[in-house]
């Protein structure tokens, strides 16, 4: 039943592995306990463990090791776990395929991204571009944390991601689009609120609010910045849609994008951080050769250079990023502009 074709005379069959047995192993995988990943699969535990049984048995290794806090991945487990996520992607991406031929509706493409995200900033302009280069398909945008947004592309579920991501992982390509200055995030009324710009020592004992789950790749960076000062940061978790409102009243400050400025908040003022930006990347499955995904790649980086084009002040283009002949050509469209930023302040 889960034997493949043989091949060479003589050797033994591959085991054919259905996706129901991967979804089984990569859920205790993640949750670390049998019994919390068979809630999230909503199986009986029992069950579960007879599916984990039952691929170990086809792979001939042993996946877990069960301690006393739940279950470990042995060295095998660890290797199988990224080709499960792929192997998963691809399924979804044949059902995904499969579907729009047989409604014939275009499809969908799914970009992550950091949100909320500024108006007129780069997931903005990058659809806008997209939507704009004639390709018959869907752009849907989800977020999600920083933490989930590899897996996520790995496996399927989306399809590129605009992240602060640095860290390279071998099955994903990914491309430096801009570099972006940080701004710390005040209340109208502090005292540095009305200067040019603000050294991160200056924040030294203040309430920080950040959100640290959702973005723990911006946190990295912050938090970097502050070892090499000397500066001791004690960051209170603070969801990402609230830290504009919690800062207006008073009660913390935050570091942010220099392009949230765009948004207007009230009751706020952006200051640059000396020395403090970030990277933002768009990043894909390095065997996706749809032209989708290349047709947002492209529009992202035509994004890029208009945006470090009309707002050098927030955006500049990385010396190290790489850049296509096409991607010039796309940038002679007028941009439209975010709000004016005449000032080192934000009004209002």
Known sequence: MHTSETGAPGERPEPDIGPRLLRAFLAIAREGHFGHAASRL????PALSRQVQQLERLLGVELFVRTSRGAELTPAGELIVPEAERALGHNRRIVRIARSAATGRAGVLTISAPLPGPPGGLLAEAVRRFRGSGHDV???VIGLDDGEQRTALIDGRVDALLTWDQHGVAELAAEVLVE???SALLAQGHPWADEARVPLTALAGETFLFPLRERSHCWEQVSAAATTAGVGLAPV???PSAVPD???AGLGVSAVPDSFRFARYPG???VPI???SGRMSVMWRGDDASAEVAGFVAACRAAARALAGAHADVWRLPRDARRSAGAVQSDVRPLGAPPDRSGARATS
């Open 268 to 270: 706020v003022a952006f």
């Open 42 to 45: 909503r199986v009986a535990q």
């Open 180 to 182: 972006e200055h940080t």
């Open 237 to 239: 978790p603070t969801a």
């Open 274 to 276: 000396v020395g403090l």
């Open 138 to 140: 869907g752009v849907s």
């Open 246 to 248: 919690l800062v207006a």
